[in-house]
């Protein structure tokens, strides 16, 4: 080990976020789930203790099995001196453990609403998928009759019989015509 390196045992940001397939945003995402505050070496260079980076790795486990990063267990992992003898399992105390009365809302995640408005948004907008699903694949057979006028309509006006040629030549005659009664 030089004077400007990490302990052996460091794990750099860049490695862990290769070994697990995540960017960094993942990467900074679970740091600031875990609560973890890397160390930085004589460089400035951060870098993480094998404990944080198997934090991260259980959360990621966690993450790829649920889909999302709350409900992550952090006191069952169990932790590790440097002769990789078990040391403790922090889920277990010395303390007596206390129930306290809770509200009934204090335990509900707060991504629950989140995910309510989630699922209320896909079926508002399914219902709207569905409909030009629908209206992709109808021809003008399927529509009911009063639609079928009203497209009948639409197609007139946006192609109409008559040319201007046409509406000029009608026009002039029956100009020259009221013309030829009013001298007459």
Do not use: W
């Not at 390196?5 to 740091?31: F, T």
């Amino acid at each position: 080990m030089t004077q400007n390196s990490a302990p052996d045992n460091c794990i750099r940001p860049d490695e862990l976020m290769e070994e697990l397939s995540i960017k960094k945003d993942a990467y900074y995402k679970d740091v600031n789930y875990l609560d973890i505050k890397p160390e930085k070496d004589s460089d400035g260079k951060v870098y993480l203790t094998e404990e944080q980076a198997n934090q991260i790795r259980a959360l990621r486990n966690h993450v790829s099995e649920t889909g999302r990063r709350n409900g992550f267990d952090n006191s069952s992992i169990v932790k590790v001196d440097n002769s990789n003898e078990i040391v403790s399992n922090s889920s277990e105390t010395q303390e007596d453990i206390y129930v306290e009365q809770e509200e009934p809302t204090s335990k509900i995640d707060s991504d629950l609403v989140r995910e309510a408005e989630e699922l209320a948004a896909r079926g508002m907008a399914m219902n709207d998928l569905i409909k030009i699903q629908l209206a992709s694949q109808m021809s003008f057979d399927d529509l009911s009759p009063d639609l079928k006028e009203k497209v009948n309509i639409a197609r007139e006006v946006a192609n109409p019989k008559f040319t201007p040629a046409d509406i000029a030549t009608q026009l002039l005659a029956q100009h020259r015509s009221q013309k030829a009664q009013a001298q007459g």
